[in-house]
């Protein structure tokens, strides 16, 4: 987290956690909309793997991307009681993110972010570093995601075609 560790010393960062498959994430409070409860998700056909379909929200349609399927975590069929829709601003356009669960807001000290480590950047892919850094919070390790670099950009431009239900 660029920002967050030039921060001076003493300031805090303020992250969604959330959960996938029993790891810990988290994003800048910054870039979330909202979390809702998973309502209707409405599959589109020919869609492209990772998005599990779009939802309406107060008569917008949002596409919904299932981060696990993103993450490579196997696909659950039927998801948890506590699954929610973390409504994310990427490009001046509303995405949801299918996590497992949203335990809690964070704060943590900029000194305790610690960079992403060489080893396990995502340099190989089109959406490069789209991890931040590693956050430090009690005895926990959250992984701490860049939303403007979750999608790549083709990854954008076939959310905008489940949107409106073109193909490609």
């Known amino acids: 987290m660029a920002a967050e560790r030039e921060a001076p010393s003493g300031q805090m960062v ?6 996938l498959r029993g790891e810990e994430y988290g994003v800048d409070i910054g870039g979330v909309r909202e979390i809702t409860r998973v309502t209707d998700i409405t ?7 990772f998005v599990r379909g779009v939802t309406n929200l107060r008569g917008q349609v949002i596409p919904v991307v299932d981060l696990a399927d993103q993450f490579g975590y196997s696909p659950q069929d039927e998801l948890p009681a506590s699954a929610r829709i973390v409504m994310i601003a990427v ?28 080893l396990i950047r995502t340099q190989e892919t089109e959406r490069k570093d789209y991890i931040k850094g590693v956050g430090k919070y009690e ?5 701490l995601l860049d939303l403007d ?19 490609e």
């Open 149 to 167: 670099k979750l999608l790549a950009p083709s990854e954008m431009e076939k959310l905008g075609q489940a949107e409106t239900g073109e193909k």
């Open 14 to 19: 303020q992250l969604v956690n959330f959960r």
């Open 43 to 49: 599959r589109i056909p020919e869609a492209p793997h």
């Open 91 to 118: 490009d001046d356009r509303t995405v949801g993110m299918l996590v497992d669960e949203v335990p809690e807001v964070l704060k943590i000290p900029a000194e305790d972010i610690e960079p992403t480590p060489e």
């Open 139 to 143: 005895d926990r390790l959250i992984v």
